[in-house]
C-alpha cells in the first residue's frame, strides 16, 4: 500500500518533469536533437528517483539526537546535584544554629545554678549535673531529628538516582528504535521491513504501531491470515487503535470475510477520519468496491 502511494507520487513527479521539458523537446524534434533531450528527461527521472537522505545525513542527525538527548540527560544530574549541596548546606546551618542556641541556654542556666548556689537554694553539683542532663537530652533530641532527616535525603538521592539511570536506558532505547523506524522507511521490500519491524518488537514487544506496520507488510507479502494475527495482537494491547482495525479490515477483506472487513472498517473510520479516503484506493478491498455500503462508507464529502 505504501509503496503503491509512492510509485503514484513518482509518476505524478515524473509527468510534472514531462510538461515542463514539452517546449524544449518540441524545439528539439525540430531541430534533430530528440536524443539529446530524452536523455536529459531521463537523467532528471534518475534524480527524482534518487533518494531522499543519504546515509551520512540520516547519521548526522541520529548523532544531533542522540547527542541532545545526552546533553539533557546531564543536565538533570546537574540540577539533582546542587539540589543535594543546597539542602545539605541548609542542614548543616541548622544543625549549627541548634548546637549554639543549646550552648548559650547551658550557659543562661548555669548563671541562675550559680545564682541559686548563692542564695542557698542547691549545690554548685546538683545544678551541673541536671544542667547538663538536660543539655545532653536536648541535644540527642536534635542530633536524632538531622539523623532521621539526613536518612530520608539519603533515601529521596538513593530514589534519583536510580530515576535518572532509567532515564539514561530509556534514551538509549528510544535512539536505537528510532534508528531502526528510519531504517524500515527507506527500506522498499517488505519482507525487509518485516524483519525491522522484529528487531523493534524485540526492544519494545508492546509497541503497537511496529505490530500494525508489521500487518500492513504482511498483506503486501498475500499473507492475510499473518496479518489479521497481528492486528488481533494490536487491538489486544491497545482496542482502539483505529490503524489495528483497518488492517484487520483490509485482512478480512482479502480472506473474503466481507461483513467483518466492513465491521472493522466502519469502526476505523469513526476513529480516524483520514482512512475514508485511504480505504477508497485500497487493493485490499478490491471484492467490496462494488457494495453500496462501501460505497457510501468511502463517500468523501465534498
Known amino acids: 500500500m505504501i509503496r503503491t502511494?509512492?510509485?503514484l507520487v513518482l509518476s505524478l513527479m515524473a509527468f510534472a518533469s514531462a510538461l515542463v521539458l514539452l517546449p524544449e523537446r518540441v524545439h528539439a524534434e525540430t531541430s534533430g536533437d530528440v536524443d539529446a533531450q530524452q536523455a536529459k528527461a531521463e537523467q532528471t527521472i534518475e534524480a527524482l528517483n534518487a533518494p531522499l537522505y543519504s546515509p551520512f545525513t540520516e547519521r548526522y542527525l541520529l548523532d544531533e539526537v542522540k547527542t541532545l538527548r545526552q546533553m539533557l540527560a546531564d543536565h538533570r544530574v546537574e540540577v539533582t546535584e546542587k539540589m543535594t549541596d543546597r539542602e545539605l548546606e541548609v542542614a548543616d546551618k541548622a544543625l549549627m544554629y541548634a548546637t549554639d542556641t543549646v550552648t548559650y541556654f547551658f550557659y543562661l542556666i548555669a548563671g541562675a545554678s550559680t545564682l541559686l548556689v548563692l542564695i542557698g537554694w542547691n549545690s554548685l553539683r546538683e545544678i551541673k549535673e541536671r544542667a547538663s542532663a538536660l543539655a545532653n537530652d536536648e541535644i540527642q533530641r536534635i542530633t536524632s531529628s538531622y539523623e532521621e532527616r539526613l536518612e530520608k535525603l539519603e533515601r529521596e538521592l538513593h530514589?534519583?538516582?536510580r530515576h535518572i539511570a532509567a532515564t539514561q536506558?530509556?534514551?538509549?532505547l528510544t535512539n536505537e528504535v528510532h534508528s531502526l523506524w528510519l531504517k524500515a522507511s527507506q527500506e522498499s521490500s517488505a519482507q525487509n521491513k518485516i524483519a525491522i519491524y522484529d528487531?523493534?518488537?524485540g526492544l519494545r514487544p508492546e509497541?503497537?504501531?511496529a505490530i500494525t506496520y508489521k500487518a500492513d507488510a504482511a498483506l503486501s507479502l498475500g499473507q492475510a491470515q499473518w496479518a489479521n494475527a497481528l492486528a488481533n495482537r494490536a487491538l489486544t494491547i491497545d482496542p482502539e487503535n483505529s490503524h489495528a482495525k483497518y488492517q484487520r479490515a483490509c485482512a478480512h477483506a482479502e480472506s473474503g470475510y466481507i461483513e467483518e472487513a466492513l465491521r472493522d472498517l466502519s469502526e476505523a473510520i469513526e476513529t480516524s477520519e483520514a482512512l475514508?479516503?485511504?480505504a477508497a484506493h485500497d487493493p485490499s478491498f478490491e471484492r467490496l468496491r462494488e457494495l453500496d455500503e462501501f460505497i457510501s462508507m468511502t463517500q468523501?464529502?465534498?
Open 300 to 302: 468523501v464529502d465534498s
Open 276 to 278: 475514508r479516503e485511504q
Open 159 to 161: 530514589s534519583k538516582s
Open 207 to 209: 509497541d503497537v504501531e
Open 5 to 7: 502511494v509512492w510509485n
Open 199 to 201: 528487531q523493534i518488537l
Open 169 to 172: 536506558e530509556e534514551i538509549e
